[in-house]
């Protein structure tokens, strides 16, 4: 198996620390995974953190394969919080090709066995992911993330470090959650709408919005 990191920012050399933990701890993958590259149309040709960057993104999405003696590929969309649209779109375009992903969940995480987790999702450390939540695709667990009992977290979400999701809360597609933001229970979060930095989110937000404070209030609304 080879995987292939898209995007060698931030997120992806956190998803890239994250797989090289699996494979300290996890001997039976160490032997299984045969390479490990970013590809970033950025640093293509070059080496991050002792990993080659033999294509950009355009080649994950458009060819059938990166290197053609190789059938067992696997994605991870790495991409940071200024490209979550582009996150997104490229995730989309890799199933609709039938891609293969990669979940790369940090060895000293918390996850209940009742957990139901989505395909192409990173989980760095410190997280905890309580009874019956659910993570969708695409979706970026910063380190510390709390997921509270019985939380839905939908597709192409990124929670950022540190931020809290109470019992039965739900975060739409696409929403981004900023550092340290607390999400008070059965609170409902919109799709493709931001939470600020440290707020506290005591009612539900519509979509496309932006909210921020404590307690958190509309900065923006969604154009109609």
């Keep these: 198996m080879r995987i292939y990191v898209l995007g060698a920012g931030g997120t992806g050399r956190t998803a890239m620390g994250v797989i090289e933990k699996m494979r ?131 597709n192409h979400v990124y929670l950022s470090p540190g931020v809290c999701l109470a019992g039965a809360s739900r975060v739409n597609d696409g929403a981004f959650i900023g550092t340290n933001a607390s999400i008070l229970p059965e609170v409902e979060i919109g799709a493709d709408s931001i939470v600020g930095a440290g707020a506290v989110v005591i009612k539900d937000v519509p979509a496309g919005t932006v909210v921020a404070g404590v307690p958190a209030k509309i900065l923006k609304e969604k154009k109609r």
């Design 24 to 154: 300290s701890c996890d001997k039976t993958l160490d032997r299984t995974i045969k390479g490990l590259y970013f590809l970033d149309d950025n640093f293509k040709g070059k080496e991050i953190n002792g990993y080659k960057t033999p294509a950009g993104i355009d080649k994950a999405v458009r060819d059938n394969s990166i290197k053609k003696d190789m059938e067992d590929e696997r994605f991870i969309v790495a991409f940071g919080t200024t490209y979550m649209k582009r996150r997104k779109e490229v995730f989309i375009l890799l199933q609709k090709r039938q891609k293969k992903f990669f979940n790369a969940v940090h060895p000293n995480v918390s996850i209940d066995k009742n957990v139901a987790l989505g395909s192409g999702i990173i989980i760095a450390g410190n997280c905890l992911v309580n009874p019956n939540a659910s993570i969708g695709d695409n979706c970026v667990l910063c380190a510390g993330v709390i997921v509270e009992h019985d939380c839905w977290v939908g």
